[in-house]
T-cell receptor, first 113, second 116 residues
Framework: GNSVTQMEGPVTLSEEAFLTINCTYTATGYPSLFWYVQYPGEGLQLLLK?????DKGSNKGFEATYRKETTSFHLEKGSVQVSDSAVYFCALTPNQAGTALIFGKGTTLSVSS | EADIYQTPRYLVIGTGKKITLECSQTMGHDKMYWYQQDPGMELHLIHYSYGVNSTEKGDLSSESTVSRIRTEHFPLTLESARPSHTSQYLC???????????????FGPGTRLTVL
């Protein structure tokens, strides 16, 4: 079956610290991978994506590389800001027509100044 | 401006009431989804639709029902609300498979439902 496993939170960092949120997946075939972010009181927003092995998705200083050999898609940012405080979801969709997203359980990030 | 809308944003109701959560999108997307998000933040797919007159149940069993009479509209109905239905409900949409190899989903702001 298909599944996503994220590191459990909360993750608490000081401003300008380095961030890593681990994500591994299990999937049949060749999934596309996503990171979504949810700010307090809002819906989910797509942060970045990668559709094939070795692709690197990047946005707003965040990066994640699709690693097929380790079935991972870890999220990283070199210097976090207070405004990055949110819940981060790793997700996949198998490359089959009509398949919905499968989400990890989410990781809460709290950044203090 | 293309977007996805949900109303109401917040709803507090008594047990036994019938409610409908509205979701509309202006992006012309074929696919639409409803997710339930529990207090621990985990998301569960409860309904989805691949087009007009197409609806399917998701991974999480739900007492709610949905309809898809128009492409842009995907309402969710609870015939008799109970405290166990208290949750955040997120609507999403994505393009059909013929328009891309992956299903990037766009989410509405959510409806936070509290049933007393």
């Amino acid at each position: 079956g298909n599944s996503v496993t994220q590191m459990e939170g909360p993750v608490t960092l000081s401003e300008e610290a380095f961030l890593t949120i681990n994500c591994t997946y299990t999937a049949t075939g060749y999934p596309s991978l996503f990171w979504y972010v949810q700010y307090p009181g809002e819906g989910l927003q797509l942060l970045l994506k990668a559709t094939k092995a070795d692709d690197k998705g990047s946005n707003k200083g965040f990066e994640a590389t699709y690693r097929k050999e380790t079935t991972s898609f870890h999220l990283e940012k070199g210097s976090v800001q207070v405004s990055d405080s949110a819940v981060y979801f790793c997700a996949l969709t198998p490359n089959q027509a009509g398949t919905a997203l499968i989400f990890g359980k989410g990781t809460t990030l709290s950044v203090s100044s | 401006e293309a977007d996805i809308y949900q109303t109401p944003r917040y709803l507090v109701i008594g047990t036994g009431k019938k409610i409908t959560l509205e979701c509309s999108q202006t992006m012309g997307h074929d696919k639409m989804y409803w997710y339930q998000q529990d207090p621990g933040m985990e998301l569960h797919l409860i309904h989805y639709s691949y087009g007009v007159n197409s609806t399917e149940k998701g991974d999480l069993s739900s007492e709610s029902t949905v309809s898809r009479i128009r492409t842009e509209h995907f309402p969710l109905t609870l015939e008799s609300a109970r405290p166990s239905h208290t949750s955040q409900y997120l609507c999403a949409s994505s393009k059909g498979p013929h328009r891309g190899p992956y299903n990037e989903q766009f989410f509405g702001p959510g409806t936070r439902l509290t049933v007393l």
